[in-house]
T-cell receptor
């Protein structure tokens, strides 16, 4: 069965520090991969997506993610976080065989230390 | 462009009452998804439609839940009768089949007393 694992439930980093959020997936083929961000009281906003091609993907708000097939990973990175980046981050996998159904990870809550 | 629009934003009602949540898709999108988010279970897919046809409703918890797409741009999620354990934030999302990703509405926070 397809699955998405975000091993870190909560991460705290200092403002200006670099960030890496981990995501591992289980799927038999190359999936569609996504990162979404959710601020309190808001819906999910797409940060970036990977469908094919270059394995380093640039997104909005200065985020990037790298698809590593050998590790079944799609980690999200940002070189310098801002206080406004505090939110919940979700990794998701899209399944070729199910039209546009996607499976979400359990999320990582990011806190920013002043 | 307008995004996915959900109404109401907040709903508080007593158990046993019928609840109807509404969603307007982004113009041109042809897939519609209903999710439920709780602290305990995270984000769960309840049902999704492609071109107004329900494709997978395996996430619908019970027969008390039903969803419809009366036209290509609008959907409802109905709970009848409602129970306190249905309290959650309900999101809808839309996309264009073959050109993911999904775009989410701001959700409906439902509280059943």
């Amino acid at each position: 069965a397809q699955s998405v694992t975000q091993p870190d439930i909560h991460i705290t980093v200092s403002e200006g520090a670099s960030l890496e959020l981990r995501c591992n997936y289980s799927y038999g083929a190359t999936p569609y991969l996504f990162w979404y961000v959710q601020s309190p009281g808001q819906g999910l906003q797409l940060l970036l997506k990977y469908f094919s091609g270059d394995t380093l993907v640039q997104g909005i708000k200065g985020f990037e993610a790298e698809f590593k097939r050998s590790q079944s990973s799609f980690n999200l990175r940002k070189p310098s976080v801002h206080w406004s980046d505090a939110a919940e981050y979700f990794c998701a996998v899209g399944l070729y065989s199910s039209a546009s159904k996607i499976i979400f990870g359990s999320g990582t809550r990011l806190s920013i230390r002043p | 462009d307008a995004g996915v629009i959900q109404s109401p934003r907040h709903e508080v009602t007593e158990m046993g009452q019928e609840v109807t949540l509404r969603c307007k898709l982004i113009s041109g999108h042809n897939s519609l998804f209903w999710y439920r988010q709780t602290m305990m279970r995270g984000l769960e897919l309840l049902i999704y439609f492609n071109n107004n046809v329900p494709i997978d409703d395996s996430g619908m918890p019970e027969d008390r839940f039903s969803a419809k797409m009366p036209n290509a741009s609008f959907s409802t999620l109905k709970i009848q009768p409602s129970e306190p354990r249905d309290s959650a934030v309900y999101f809808c999302a839309s996309s264009f089949v073959g050109d993911q990703p999904q775009h989410f509405g701001d959700g409906t926070r439902l509280s059943i007393l």
